[in-house]
């Protein structure tokens, strides 16, 4: 799933190419993306482009007389640009946004349809589609630590916890408690003032580092390689490689479809966190150190 630092770009990127341009039409191949019939989505037409927005993992299109599109691309949705009235690609092509300036594509691969388009009038009903979690690259220590102790979750799980903070997911969430050498299933409100300083520093960092890196990347392009999976990350999908800090293999742990990777000498003190389908397979051969075969 696009999280912050992508959403950022995508919203950079797409504000450079639509702002002041007017919306003339909406090709919609897969009916199942659009969520909402009030307004109808025509009454966005003709409209000019004010600006693009960010709500948590939502981009938000903004038009003349506060009507907004609320996209939320969840797992596999993508975002392209393409020249006006640009063709939609095959099986993966959801919708085109088509403006004066070019054509916003939106794509999602797989065969779940899951990303949504809300369009939404007036800033009280755009507010109902914010999840409500804290920007981190907003937040000071105190705020950061009070959010954290009220939260009755595992690190991981209130990181990703959208009610919580805000465009933090899976991938990035892996990152940053590498980074903070912090176990992902330790309880954030047991961390100690130092622990959650050290969070803190460690959501701001990888945050901020990745989002100029994205952008570096990318240049003037329309972004084209938005992935939760990069060779340059620490620890998030690099399961059996070496550790950038102390070279031990990155461990993972896999619950339904998701995917935590951590390393087990950095953040755990060497203790290997259990698999829960693994760990009950193999009951008490499963090793609880690292250095155990």
Known sequence: MPELPDIALYQAHVERRIQGHRLTGVRLKSPFLLRSV?????????RRATGVERLGKRIVLCFEDELYLVLHLMIAGRLRWGSCGAGLPGRIGLAALD?????????????RRR????????????????????????????????????????????????????????????EILHDAQLSPFKPAPKLSDAESEQLWKSCRRVLQLWSERL???????????????????????????????????????????????????CQTGGKLLKDRALSRLLRDSWPSELDED
């Open 38 to 46: 009030e307004p109808p989505l025509g009454a966005v037409f003709g």
């Open 99 to 111: 403006f004066e300036s070019g054509s916003l594509l939106v794509t999602e691969a797989g065969s």
């Open 115 to 174: 990303a949504s388009l809300h369009v939404v009038q007036g800033q009280a009903d755009l507010a109902a589609h914010d999840p409500g979690g804290l920007e981190v690259l907003q937040l000071g220590l105190d705020e950061f630590r009070a959010q954290l102790r009220g939260a009755a979750h595992t690190l991981k799980r209130t990181l990703t916890d959208p009610k919580l903070f805000s465009g933090i997911g899976n991938a990035f969430s892996d």
């Open 215 to 265: 952008a570096e990347q990318c240049g003037d392009a329309f972004p084209s390689k938005v992935t939760a999976f990069r060779p340059e990350m620490a620890v998030h999908g690099r399961f059996g490689k070496p550790c950038p800090v102390c070279a031990s293999a990155v461990q993972r742990i896999v619950y339904a479809s998701r995917e935590t990777n951590y390393c087990a000498r």
